[in-house]
């Protein structure tokens, strides 16, 4: 897999990512509050599953309700679409547990 050059991750991180992502050391990094542990596990539950399908797989880490998301394509020693993609999974997946508070 090819990694991105810099105009590249920059143009992908204006054009098709909503959250606050940013980009350090290789890595697109984002964190986020959750309301409750509970929605924590759902979470993490539903980015455990988008690893396994894509075959592609985050750093995570939690502290209490805050999870760090940190992607990186170790074989390219940087980012690839592949982190991109995962990203916009991540992002669908939180939204997902955002519309569940109005219910």
Known sequence: MKRLSEE?????LR??????WTI????LNLCLSLASLQEVHEFL??????ANEQNHHPDLEVNARVVEVSLTTHD?????????DF???????YKHIESMRAI
């Open 8 to 12: 590249e991750q920059q143009r992908y």
């Open 15 to 20: 054009d098709q990512l909503e959250l606050p």
């Open 24 to 27: 350090v050391d290789r890595k």
């Open 45 to 50: 539950t539903r980015l455990a599953r988008e």
């Open 76 to 84: 390219a020693s940087g980012l690839t679409i592949l982190d991109f």
């Open 87 to 93: 990203a916009r999974a991540v992002e669908k997946h």
